[in-house]
């Protein structure tokens, strides 16, 4: 797992504890976790190697992607 992976993980699992303020960082029920993604820098090869091994799961794609640990 890369740097990037890892802070894909923990923010993900951030986003879904509620620690981030939903009016300045990340709103859960109306962002993507596309921007999570772009955030942390790391790209959709190494997105899939992190849902092939099991560590994150993409539960949704509409209305935005939505990503659990």
């Given at each position: 797992?890369?740097?990037?992976?890892l802070?894909?993980?923990?923010?993900?699992?951030?986003?879904?504890?509620?620690?981030?303020?939903?009016e300045l960082?990340?709103?859960?029920?109306?962002?993507?976790?596309?921007?999570?993604q772009?955030?942390?820098?790391?790209?959709?090869?190494?997105?899939?190697?992190?849902?092939?091994a099991?560590?994150?799961?993409?539960?949704?794609?509409?209305?935005h992607?939505?990503y659990?640990?």
């Amino acid at each position: 797992i890369t740097d990037a992976g890892l802070r894909f993980l923990q923010a993900v699992y951030s986003a879904h504890q509620g620690q981030y303020d939903p009016e300045l960082e990340y709103d859960i029920t109306r962002d993507s976790m596309r921007r999570l993604q772009e955030y942390v820098g790391i790209d959709d090869a190494e997105l899939d190697e992190l849902r092939e091994a099991g560590l994150v799961r993409r539960d949704c794609r509409y209305p935005h992607i939505l990503y659990t640990v």
